[in-house]
């Protein structure tokens, strides 16, 4: 993919008006109220593997609604806590994975919690064990990008970015961890939803978010033919007169809006030739991010952004942040 966004010098300065429902605050206030009334129901099980340096914990704790939400607890063994600790979302249809997978900010010395992903993890990508009991509440396209579009009480992410803040909470009550020492992680899809957690919480200790998903979405759907924002524009394509009321419910899920709250210490990252993710629609949320921020620029690539390079920028970051 070559270069098909806005000039780098351009995306530096770019904020654009993004629409912001005005009870955005009430209506994400009122979610987590009405999450908060069910226990976080948090569920340890010791899980063993052959990672004689690490600690595995298969964990289940309530989400949104109070469903089953799994994920893995994987820290060093022989480290004095409280450990910092990283919780870590996952890119669009995967799932937490195996716990093999989760071993470089243990190998730093802090523990990692990866929250799997209701509804997702499947095929040949990252394994899931979550499902999502909800359902659907009116015509959707295939993906989750199009669930409950009709109304934001039922749209999917709703109740994924509700899982995401009680991941969170049941990070920060881990024994072992330091609950001062919280920073969220993930890339696009986990890049969104970090971003997500982000502007809804005020007591993180940073955020790595890595060329989110599910931001500036109305610009996204229309310079971009790739998927998953592309789900949306097939909805709206057979669906003809939803345009209105599909965006008015997106508002409430922007990356943008949520980034205009956070305050955190943030690291992003970019990538100039991202087809999936655009520059700019990541430009429109880091220029906005509240907090003591950076971006690392990829030009040369696309949603791939920096690989393992980008890891290692995480690693600087943590240390910054220990």
Request: net charge negative.
């Amino acid at each position: 993919m070559a270069l098909f966004d806005l000039p780098l010098e351009q995306l530096r300065e770019y904020r654009p008006e993004v629409p912001e429902p005005a009870d955005f605050d009430e209506f994400w206030k009122s979610t987590l109220t009405d999450a908060a009334a069910h226990d976080l129901d948090v569920r340890l099980e010791p899980f063993a593997t052959n990672m004689v340096m690490l600690e595995v914990i298969d964990v289940t704790f309530a989400g949104f609604g109070g469903h089953p939400i799994k994920a893995w607890l994987v820290k060093p063994k022989g480290v004095e806590g409280p450990l910092p600790c990283v919780v870590e979302f996952i890119g669009y249809s995967g799932g937490r994975s195996l716990p093999e997978s989760h071993t470089t900010y243990p190998a730093a010395g802090w523990a990692h919690f990866v929250m799997d992903t209701r509804g997702q993890g499947f095929g040949h990508w990252q394994p899931g064990d979550t499902g999502d009991p909800y359902g659907t509440t009116g015509p959707t396209n295939k993906g989750w990008m199009t669930q409950g579009l009709e109304d934001p009480e039922h749209y999917y992410y709703r109740r994924v970015f509700t899982d995401a803040v009680r991941a969170v909470d049941v990070a920060k009550g881990l024994d072992g961890i330091d609950p001062d020492r919280i920073v969220v992680a993930g890339g696009s899809q986990g890049g969104g939803i970090a971003q997500a957690v982000g502007g809804l919480r005020d007591d993180l200790a940073g955020a790595m978010i890595d060329v989110p998903f599910l931001t500036y979405f109305r610009r996204a759907t229309t310079i971009t033919d790739s998927f998953p924002y592309k789900e949306i524009g097939e909805f709206l394509a057979g669906q003809r007169l939803s345009e209105e009321r599909a965006f008015a419910t997106l508002d409430y899920f922007d990356g943008v809006n949520f980034a205009a709250r956070g305050t955190a210490p943030a690291l992003y990252s970019v990538a100039l030739m991202d087809d999936i993710c655009p520059p700019s629609t990541v430009f429109a949320a880091y220029n906005r991010w509240q907090g003591e921020k950076r971006i690392t620029v990829w030009p040369w690539n696309g949603h791939e952004g920096g690989g393992i390079l980008q890891r290692g920028e995480h690693l600087k970051f943590l240390a910054e942040h220990r």
